[in-house]
Nanobody
């Protein structure tokens, strides 16, 4: 059974830090690009950060660049969040995605965690 389990969310004051973690199981973690995606209250999904299967390439949304750092190791992906702002308040989801060429066709595999709440407020 594929599972992505997020942890580490909570309430933090503006300027503070949190570290989110996502534990993956049930699939070949090293084959998947991993991302963090968030959803603020009343808004749509916003991609936050991504890391390639080898871990050597990372990308960030402009809104978090320089403040957030994504990393991966041993079937876990983490998001270190520093200098948090009230606008970072959201449910944060872990996402795993890969594309496989099989029988002459591309197949996309896309897995999601249940989310963890991050609230930035004084």
């Amino acid at each position: 059974e594929v599972q992505l389990v997020e942890s580490g969310g909570g309430l933090v004051q503006p300027g503070g830090s949190l570290r989110l973690s996502c534990a993956a199981s049930g699939f070949t973690f090293s084959f998947y690009a991993m991302s963090w995606v968030r959803q603020a209250p009343g808004k749509g999904l916003e991609w936050v950060a991504g890391i390639m299967p080898g871990g050597g390439s990372t990308t960030y949304a402009d809104s978090v660049k320089g403040r957030f750092t994504i990393s991966r190791d041993n079937a876990k992906v983490a998001l270190q969040m520093n200098s948090l702002k009230p606008e970072d308040t959201a449910v944060y989801y872990c996402n795993a995605k890969t594309v496989v060429l099989s029988m002459g066709r591309f197949h996309e595999y896309d897995h999601w965690g249940q989310g963890t709440q991050v609230t930035v407020s004084s």
